[in-house]
């Protein structure tokens, strides 16, 4: 069985021909998947019937994600999906909403999960202590942007943006991603902007060499989290072979070839690796080099850690800027509903499961 949704344009002009079809069928049936929302072959009534009977015979389906829960903040800015695969598997998916001054529409961003759990156990992180379940396929991956884009057509809106920065690390499941990103930005499937798709790393370095060899023009985010390598494996414990250094080589290499600026991220946890020593060990790893750091309070886990005060968040941030380094701190989103960076989990499983088992 394969999945119409993770078919690429190019693909899908080959089944068409073979099944004795012209090629324009193939962008009718391109269409029907990405901008109706069928849930069944059957619902293909762009496309002749032969080729519907045809396209089941040859054990092609449509996705079977549904969604099992769904959250929204009070201001109804961040909503939270909890999406369930055919196979039982629940993971979760988040929309941000950012209003805008200038345009009738908001940004709205669709923060993806790439994996099941995770393997690479950040101690600060949530998906990371569950541990790795599984890797999604392209089109679980795809199904999550596909179902907010449902959501968003009702209310004459679109999705604009999209990170991938919910569960899993996604350049671990690297050729799945990649083909996500493929359909999502093809003109002739979901039609996105390569430069409105940021994927985020904990910095696999010959996979981000791999990435900048990809010809998209989509950006990285590396997430870096200390300026030393003695910090950062404290807190990546999976880092080992990666070190700052070389890190930090590579996003130049990234840069390089592709013509965009890396954003390094940076999880800020009070007594860890918050320190004005550290912000100004970073400020000076990273000067000068254009790279842009993102620091994100931590959002609190089962780990224990903690988010700095906000005064000495920006006493970090004002260190780095000093220093000659670009820095943001990231406008919070989504924690009251656990939809924050961190804390994409299994809470709602267990609430839905035991509730079903009472
Ligand atoms: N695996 C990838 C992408 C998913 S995590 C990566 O690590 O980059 C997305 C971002 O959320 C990362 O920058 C990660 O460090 C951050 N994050 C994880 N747990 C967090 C927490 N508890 N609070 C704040 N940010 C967190
Ligand atoms: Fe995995 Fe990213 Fe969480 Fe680290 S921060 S455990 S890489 S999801």
Do not use: W
């Amino acid at each position: 069985m394969t999945d119409l949704y993770r078919v690429l344009p190019e693909e899908m002009d080959k089944i068409v021909i073979e099944m004795g079809q012209p090629r324009y069928r193939a962008d009718q049936l391109l269409h029907a998947l990405y901008h109706d929302s069928p849930t069944d072959i059957s619902d293909l009534r762009q496309i002749p019937a032969a080729l519907r009977d045809a396209l089941v015979a040859a054990r092609y389906t449509i996705g079977s994600a549904s969604e099992a829960h769904r959250v929204a903040s009070e201001d109804m800015q961040t909503t939270k999906l909890l999406l369930k695969y055919g196979d039982g598997t629940m993971i979760e998916t988040v929309l941000m909403q950012y209003p805008s001054k200038t345009k009738i529409h908001p940004r709205s961003t669709v923060c993806v999960s790439t994996q099941v759990g995770c393997a690479m156990g950040c101690v600060f992180c949530a998906t990371g202590q569950m541990g790795f379940k599984r890797n999604l396929q392209a089109e679980e991956i795809v199904a999550q942007v596909l179902h907010f884009a449902h959501v968003l057509r009702e209310r004459d809106e679109h999705v604009t943006n999209l990170v991938f920065m919910g569960m899993g690390e996604p350049l671990a499941n690297y050729a799945e991603t990649i083909r996500a990103v493929r359909l999502l930005t093809h003109a002739r499937a979901f039609g996105l902007g390569q430069r409105s798709i940021t994927i985020s790393t904990v910095g696999i370095i010959p996979l981000i060499d791999r990435l900048a060899d990809e010809q998209l023009q989509i950006g990285l985010a590396i997430s870096l989290h200390a300026p030393n390598d003695e910090l950062r494996r404290r807190l990546v414990p999976t880092a080992g072979p990666h070190s700052v250094e070389e890190l930090f080589l590579a996003s130049k290499r990234y840069f390089k070839k592709t013509g965009r600026r890396i954003t390094f991220e940076y999880a800020l946890i009070n007594g860890v690796n918050d320190s004005p020593e550290v912000a100004a060990e970073l400020a000076l790893l990273l000067k000068g080099n254009g790279a842009h750091v993102n620091l994100i309070p931590v959002n609190s886990t089962a780990g224990g850690f903690q988010r700095p005060e906000r005064r000495r968040v920006h006493e970090f941030q004002r260190i780095l800027r000093k220093g000659g380094v670009n820095c943001t701190v990231r406008v919070e989103k989504g924690s009251e509903i656990s939809a924050a960076c961190g804390q994409l989990r299994t809470d709602m499983i267990e609430k839905i499961t035991s509730s079903n088992a009472d």
